[in-house]
């Protein structure tokens, strides 16, 4: 079976191997703007392309896990329903969620990826194996990246993230023939 998607080798040598994949939420899995509803509550626009490269990575022996910088209860609700079990709220200095991510799954900074789109993910994107950055990304950011996506964030951007690490795992052709 033929697939749509082709990725430069080199690209796909980098993701090779990956066994985490760390996600920032404002800008990448959504598209960076805070939504405030006339009572102040936070609402969230998150796309639903992102939300099955997620499921799809699971489903490739690949571990999601979210670091942001924010909390809300739409995104607990996104998380909970995309089968995240490796969320860390509220979190500004993120290395040392990534690094207790790591050590609870028993990995390297080697086994990791990453995608974010501004300076708090950058800790995180430089010690990672593959580290990606969704096209409206900041340009310190984009500088750092393995990869950056056509897509902008919150825009099928994370769902691009996830192709790379399926094609270099070797299971998205597998995943794919499933829909057929």
């Known amino acids: 079976m033929t697939r749509a998607l082709h990725?430069?080798?080199?690209?796909l040598l980098q993701a090779q191997g990956i066994r985490v994949a760390f996600f920032d939420v404002d800008g990448v899995l959504t598209d960076g703007g805070i939504y405030l509803s006339d009572d102040g509550e936070r609402i969230k626009r998150f796309?639903?392309?992102d939300g099955l490269g997620i499921k799809l990575l699971q489903r490739a022996g690949i571990v999601p896990a979210v670091i942001t910088g924010r909390d809300s209860g739409p995104l607990r609700s996104r998380l909970a329903a995309l089968g995240v079990t490796h969320v860390h709220y509220k979190t500004e200095d993120k290395r040392p969620a990534a690094e207790k991510?790591?050590?609870?799954?028993?990995?390297?900074?080697?086994?990791?990826?990453?995608?974010?789109?501004?300076?708090p993910d950058l800790a995180v994107?430089?010690?990672?194996?593959?580290?990606?950055?969704?096209?409206?990304?900041?340009?310190?950011?984009?500088?750092?990246?393995h990869h950056i996506t056509a897509a902008a964030g919150g825009h099928g951007a994370a769902r691009e993230f996830c192709?790379?690490?399926?094609?270099?795992?070797?299971?998205?052709?597998?995943?794919?023939?499933?829909?057929?």
């Open 7 to 11: 990725f430069a080798p080199e690209l």
């Open 101 to 119: 991510v790591l050590a609870e799954l028993g990995l390297g900074w080697s086994d990791a990826a990453a995608m974010g789109d501004d300076w």
């Open 47 to 49: 796309h639903i392309l």
């Open 125 to 145: 994107l430089t010690r990672c194996r593959f580290a990606v950055a969704p096209q409206n990304a900041h340009a310190e950011v984009r500088a750092v990246a």
């Open 163 to 180: 192709d790379v690490l399926l094609v270099a795992s070797g299971r998205y052709a597998e995943l794919l023939e499933a829909y057929r």
